[in-house]
């Protein structure tokens, strides 16, 4: 394997893990281990330090009008995808699921909206 490769999947496998430790920090906290939780918060953390390294590594990082642009993309792409996902949770009766892909649109919804104003305002720069 060439070792794009090997830190394109690192890449990945930081990006779940750091999801994975907040949502489990969550858990403890719910379970009433704070300490556990804040332990796992922080490990979260170094995941994403290296998360964002291996993102470097890749050139996925440009400069920030290219940045926000990309972004700005994946950010209606998710908002449709969301939409759809919902839509087939609610056919399959999937309550919870539906509910979240709702919510989590309406987020993409906000995050497409909050960069076009970064871009425009970036615009009114040049
Ligand atoms: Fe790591
Ligand atoms: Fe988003």
Redesign the pocket.
């Known amino acids: 394997m060439q070792i794009v490769e090997i830190i394109q999947k690192t890449f990945e496998s930081e990006s779940n893990d750091i999801a994975l430790y907040l949502a489990m920090s969550r858990k403890a906290e719910e379970e009433g281990h704070p300490e556990i939780a804040s332990y796992l918060l922080e490990v979260a953390m170094d995941e994403a330090q290296h998360a964002v390294k291996f993102a470097s590594l890749l050139g996925k990082v440009k400069d920030t009008k290219t940045n926000i642009a990309t972004m700005l993309v994946r ?1 209606i792409q ?1 908002e449709k995808e969301k939409a759809k996902a919902a839509k087939i949770a609610q056919a399959e009766g999937h309550e919870d699921a539906f509910q979240f892909f709702n919510r989590s649109m309406l ?2 919804r906000k ?1 497409k909206a909050g960069l076009v104003q970064v871009l425009s305002r970036l615009d009114e720069k040049d």
Do not use: I, L, R
């Open positions: 950010e998710a987020d993409e995050h």
